[in-house]
């Protein structure tokens, strides 16, 4: 029996196991999607661009993989360029990204770092302010750590510190350093999750920083709408990237859907991020989209 298109309504991720952070290259078949978007039949076309970004320069974390590699593709096919900011563990997938963005024409700069020390944050912007010539027009927060633990009385200290200074502490500090080089028009995306509004229970340090990113963002865009600067976020629900196979035991694996009866690709993420990113989105700052494939949540 032949298996599901990744945007068939019934089709399951493989269920498989990796050690943190996971490989993209390492991911089971059907592989993630990058530039490949729904048909009305449920399979898929290349995304078509109409240069919404063209000349912009973007820094995006997490870049390697999942939404942030579908992002800078995306972001390239509609001509921006794009500094990736990634582990060094991720290499593999830093290089691979890199090689897809420029094959659509952009630079792409890479910058393996750890974002929990804020000196490194400093460091990212720094790069990419020498590399763009003064200039930053999109920055998409979106590196994240999460591992399951079902109950807290087995979540540990360090696991919650680490997931805050990973998941929240490095947006504040990316956004503080890049704002001095944004001028009106400029965005600010960041990436929290479906998690924020359901109350995930076996990821509660997970999505306690999403709420708090959710937060963070409403703030920063009031305090720098009078600017023209926007500040959005993302709120993804489940999406096929290395995170699934590195973090999720095999029960939440076997029950990694939505209402649409099947997860999102990162392409079907980016696309969101695109359009925050634009100047489609010219009246939209302080909000979240909500691509989590039908859940109705409020907030």
């Known amino acids: 029996m032949a298996s599901k298109s990744q945007f068939e309504t019934g089709h399951k991720v493989p269920v498989t196991h990796q050690s943190f952070p996971g490989k993209e290259g390492q991911m089971p078949n059907p592989k993630p999607l990058f530039d490949e978007i729904p048909t009305d039949d449920g399979i898929s076309q290349l995304y078509k661009a109409a240069g919404k970004l063209e000349g912009k320069k973007a820094i995006i974390t997490g870049g390697d993989s999942g939404i942030g590699r579908a992002t800078a593709i995306l972001f390239a096919m509609e001509g921006a360029d794009s500094l990736i900011a990634y582990l060094p563990e991720e290499e593999d997938d830093a290089q691979e990204t890199k090689r897809r963005v420029e094959g659509y024409g952009r630079q792409c700069h890479l910058i393996p770092t750890d974002l929990t020390d804020p000196q490194n944050c400093e460091r990212v912007v720094d790069k990419a302010v020498d590399i763009f010539g003064g200039k930053i027009d999109i920055?998409?927060?979106?590196?994240?750590?999460?591992?399951?633990?079902?109950?807290?009385?087995?979540?540990?200290?360090?696991?919650?510190?680490?997931?805050?200074?990973?998941?929240?502490?490095?947006?504040?500090?990316?956004?503080?350093?890049?704002?001095?080089?944004?001028?009106?028009?400029?965005?600010?995306?960041?990436?929290?999750?479906?998690?924020?509004?359901?109350?995930?229970?076996?990821?509660?340090?997970?999505?306690?920083?999403?709420?708090?990113?959710?937060?963070?963002?409403?703030?920063?865009?009031?305090?720098?709408i009078g600017k023209g600067i926007r500040v959005n976020a993302i709120a993804p629900g489940p999406v096929w990237t290395p995170l699934i196979p590195a973090t999720m035991t095999e029960a939440a694996q076997k029950q990694f859907t939505s209402p649409m009866g099947r997860p999102a690709q990162p392409s079907e993420i980016a696309t969101c991020v695109v359009f925050l990113a634009s100047a489609d989105s010219s009246f939209v700052s302080g909000q979240t989209i909500h691509c989590n494939g039908g859940t109705v949540v409020s907030g």
Do not use: C
Not at 170 to 189: C, D, E, H, N, V
Not at 198 to 204: A, H, K, V, W, Y
């Open 139 to 224: 920055l998409f927060n979106n590196a994240a750590y999460q591992m399951m633990v079902e109950d807290i009385k087995d979540l540990s200290g360090d696991q919650w510190v680490h997931t805050f200074n990973t998941n929240i502490h490095p947006f504040f500090y990316l956004s503080k350093y890049a704002l001095p080089q944004m001028k009106r028009g400029s965005t600010i995306i960041n990436n929290a999750s479906i998690n924020a509004y359901i109350g995930r229970p076996d990821l509660l340090d997970y999505t306690s920083t999403k709420g708090a990113i959710v937060s963070f963002t409403r703030g920063l865009s009031n305090q720098q």
